[in-house]
């Protein structure tokens, strides 16, 4: 087909150590985090003591940090909301800490939230780093 060439290379082109973001806030978020000197993976594998394996959106997983960017489309309701509860009281309990972000907070992206986020990295990492 057309193209297919030049699709192949850009693909192969990308870094394969990397996991993509599930969004562009995401990404708005993660650049903008990178900027503050808060260098953060996507998609890290956390397993949990109930067996499960998830993924938050970012994460420092030498520290247990991790943030959800939550899209109310998809986060919102009763249940899902439960469920997020449920992951974060998880994550809590094997030493971590999971902040929520809303995909709305992003798109005004305020320097407040950003230092907000920064800070919880910071006070989490040293805290998390002095235990181990």
Known sequence: ??????????????????????????????????????????????HLLDGQTIHPDLGDPA??????????????GRLASTYDDQRDRQVRLIGGRVERVSTDEISE????MI????AAYYQHRSVALRGA
């Open 63 to 76: 520290c247990g940090f991790y943030i959800e960017v939550d899209d109310h489309e998809w986060h919102g």
């Open 1 to 46: 087909r057309d193209r297919a060439s030049q699709f192949a290379q850009v693909l192969t082109s990308r870094p394969t150590g990397r996991r993509p973001v599930d969004s562009h806030p995401e990404l708005e978020l993660l650049n903008e985090l990178a900027r503050r000197g808060v260098h953060l993976a996507t998609q890290v594998a956390v």
């Open 115 to 118: 230092a907000q986020l920064v």
């Open 109 to 112: 992206m305020s320097p407040v």
